[in-house]
């Protein structure tokens, strides 16, 4: 596909359970990124990637939450012993390379709705 | 890097032109200006973005003010499908630097 795509776009989970939200970015992309964003907010920043490297995971709000790239293109953010608080839309961007002039295009997200 | 503040909502009449305006008076010299904006349900689309000069292109315009503390999006013919939660942002030049901080947005919404 041309487009950020992200699955699965809907996920129930029992509070406790581990959850895995995958990003696929458009072909070639060298940065990603992930965000969340809980009902009426604008989106939160988690972590940045460039290539298979994490260059900032300041955004991520506890351990329980770990993001990877291991090859430099899919990427997975994990969440363990989900909590009622994460509940959230969380999205992922890609862009071409490096450097804030160029944009960054979003996926459709992933909402996440723990019980 | 640096705040935006924008009105938390905006109504505009069909056919007319969108001026949704900005203030990023803590913009340093290597950061660009972004807009960004989300319908319901959606990931935010991108709309335009620029450093200094005026930009145009299929979407929007955006004005940027000589001493870059301010700038305007504008939708020229807005129409119903332009509904959506605006957003401007100031995105850093470093390296690494280069997330995208997003506010609260301006909620516009398009009246027949």
């Known amino acids: 596909g041309a487009g950020v795509s992200q699955s699965p776009r809907y996920k129930v989970a029992k509070r406790g359970q581990d959850v895995a939200l995958r990003c696929d970015p458009i072909?070639?992309?060298?940065?990603l990124f992930w965000y969340q964003q809980a009902l009426g907010q604008g989106p939160e920043f988690l972590t940045y990637?460039?290539?298979?490297?994490?260059?900032?995971k300041s955004g991520l709000p506890s351990d329980r939450f770990f993001a990877e790239r291991p090859e430099g293109s899919v990427s997975t953010l994990k969440i363990q012993r989900t909590q009622q608080e994460d509940s959230a839309v969380y999205l992922c961007?890609?862009?071409?390379?490096?450097?804030?002039?160029?944009?960054?295009?979003f996926g459709q997200g992933t909402r996440l709705t723990v019980v | 890097d640096a705040k935006t503040t924008q009105p938390p909502s905006m109504d505009c009449a069909e056919g007319r032109a969108a001026n949704l305006p900005c203030n990023h008076s803590?913009?340093?010299?290597?950061?660009?200006v972004y807009w960004y904006r989300q319908i319901h349900s959606q990931g935010p689309q991108y709309i335009i973005h620029?450093?200094?000069n005026n930009e145009t292109n299929e979407m929007a315009s955006l004005i940027i003010t000589e001493d870059r503390k301010s700038s305007t999006l504008i939708l020229p013919h807005a129409t119903l499908r332009d509904t959506a939660v605006y957003y401007c942002?100031?995105?850093?030049?470093?390296?690494?630097?280069?997330?995208?901080?997003f506010g609260q947005g301006t909620r516009l919404t398009i009246n027949p």
């Open positions: 803590t913009i340093s010299g290597n950061e660009y």
């Open positions: 961007a890609s862009s071409p390379w490096g450097g804030a002039k160029t944009e960054a295009f």
């Open positions: 620029g450093l200094k």
């Open positions: 990637f460039q290539n298979e490297a994490q260059l900032d």
């Open positions: 072909s070639g992309h060298v940065s």
């Open positions: 942002i100031v995105r850093g030049g470093i390296q690494g630097a280069q997330k995208l901080v």
